[in-house]
């Protein structure tokens, strides 16, 4: 699959993804179903990759910047703050 991307200037920035089959005709089955483009369809997915996957590095550099300033609770306090959320599902 050849999918185009485009920069802000505009300027056309082509890049191939290979992706497997099932994937490429699931994609295909998307594209007819929501009447969009599979590249518009690839693009979106990963945007939304990236953003989770970026979100991600970004919370655990905080955690380990506010463990090595030692803000920090302990397993009985983290267990005590997690029974106010109340039960888990079975």
């Known amino acids: 699959m050849r999918i185009k991307t485009f920069s802000k200037a505009g ?3 082509g890049t191939t993804l290979t992706i497997r089959s099932d994937l490429s005709k699931r994609l ?3 594209a ?3 009447k969009q483009s599979k590249s518009s ?3 979106q997915a990963i ?3 990236l953003t989770v996957q970026e979100w991600h ?3 655990i550099k905080e ?3 506010a463990a090595d300033k030692g803000e920090v609770v ?3 306090e983290a267990l005590i703050e997690l029974k106010k959320w109340g039960k888990c599902a079975p």
Do not use: C, P, R, V
């Open 11 to 13: 300027k056309n920035m």
């Open 74 to 76: 302990s397993h009985e």
């Open 28 to 30: 295909e089955q998307l």
């Open 63 to 65: 955690g380990i910047e």
């Open 41 to 43: 369809l690839a693009s």
């Open 32 to 34: 007819k179903t929501t």
């Open 57 to 59: 590095i970004e919370a």
């Open 47 to 49: 945007e939304d990759f």
